[in-house]
C-alpha cells in the first residue's frame, strides 16, 4: 500500500472510533510523525494530505523542514527537548508536546517573549511512574500548571503522554483514561489561564482506543509509513 492508501485507511479508522465515542472526527488532529524518515516520504505525506507534521528532535526537524517551510504545515515537537535546543525549537515549532518541568517552561517563555511569539505546549505527564520515561510525575501536575499559568508567553493548550509499550491496546485504555481526567480535573480547578482542551495520545497501535477516550491529537508514523528504519536517513545525500 501506499502512503495516500495508507493515509485514507488511517482517516476511516478514525472516523470509526469517533463515531464509536459519539464525538466528530474532526475533533482529532492527525500529526504524522517523521522522526527517520526521508524528506522525500515527508512530502508525499504531504501531497497525500497530511497537514501537521511532528519530529522527535530538533536537529533532524531543522535539517529536514527547513525545506517545507512557507507551506502551509504545522509542525509539532513530541520528543524530549533538551535546555540547549529550547532556542532553535521555539524558533520552528508551532506546538511542544513535550513539556515537562517548569524550568523548561520559564525558559521556553522567555525565548518565545524574545522571539515575539506565544508558544503552544503541551505538558507531557509521566503516568507510569517510571524513572526512565519523561513527564512530569503525576502528583506534581496541578501545582505545576499553576505555576506555568503565570508565563505570559506560553499558551497551555493541553496533556500529553507516552505510555510504555503495550501490545494490548486495552492494556493502554486506562492511562488514556487518566489523562482525560486530569485534564477535566485541571480545568475544573479553574486557574488555569490556557484553553488546556488538547490530549495527544494514541499512536500507530493504539490510536482507535486513544480517540475512544477523548485523544484530540494522535501521533502516527509507523501506520503511515511502514516499520521505522533504525537510523536518521544521510541528509547530505540526495537532496
Ligand atoms: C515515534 C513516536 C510516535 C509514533 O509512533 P508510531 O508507533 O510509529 O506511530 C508517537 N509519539 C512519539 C512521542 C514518538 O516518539
Known amino acids: ?44 505525506a504531504i501531497r497525500a494530505g497530511a497537514t501537521d507534521i511532528g519530529e522527535n528532535r530538533v536537529q533532524e526537524a531543522e535539517q529536514k ?15 524530549h527537548l533538551q535546555s540547549n535546543k529550547a532556542k532553535r525549537a521555539v524558533a520552528l515549532f508551532d506546538w511542544i508536546h513535550s513539556l515537562d518541568s517548569i524550568g523548561m517552561a520559564r525558559r521556553l517563555n522567555r525565548l518565545a517573549e524574545e522571539q515575539e511569539k506565544t508558544q503552544r505546549v503541551l505538558v507531557q505527564v509521566d503516568l507510569s511512574g517510571e524513572e526512565t520515561k519523561s513527564g512530569l510525575p503525576a502528583a506534581e501536575i496541578f501545582e505545576t500548571l499553576d505555576e506555568m499559568s503565570r508565563l505570559e ?57 486513544a480517540i475512544e477516550e477523548g485523544a484530540t491529537m494522535i501521533r502516527i508514523g509507523t501506520a503511515l509509513f511502514g516499520e521505522r528504519p533504525s537510523s536518521q536517513p544521510n541528509l547530505g545525500a540526495g537532496r
Request: hydrophobic letters at 40%; a neutral charge; glycine letters at 6%.
Open 153 to 209: 508567553s506560553l499558551s497551555l493548550e493541553g496533556l500529553m503522554v507516552l505510555p510504555s509499550y503495550l501490545p494490548d491496546p486495552e492494556e493502554v485504555r486506562p492511562y488514556f483514561a487518566r489523562l482525560r481526567e486530569m485534564r477535566d480535573a485541571a480545568r475544573a480547578r479553574g486557574c488555569v489561564k490556557g484553553p488546556l482542551e488538547e490530549l495527544s495520545m494514541g499512536m500507530s497501535h493504539d490510536f482507535d482506543v
Open 65 to 79: 523542514l527547513g525545506s517545507l517551510s512557507g507551506r502551509d504545515i504545522v509542525l509539532h515537537l513530541i520528543g
Open 1 to 44: 500500500m501506499d502512503i495516500s492508501s495508507r493515509l485514507e485507511n488511517i482517516h476511516r479508522r478514525v472516523e470509526a472510533a469517533a463515531a464509536r465515542a459519539g464525538r466528530s472526527p474532526k475533533s482529532v488532529r492527525l500529526v504524522v510523525v517523521t522522526k527517520y524518515r526521508t524528506v522525500a516520504q515527508i512530502e508525499e
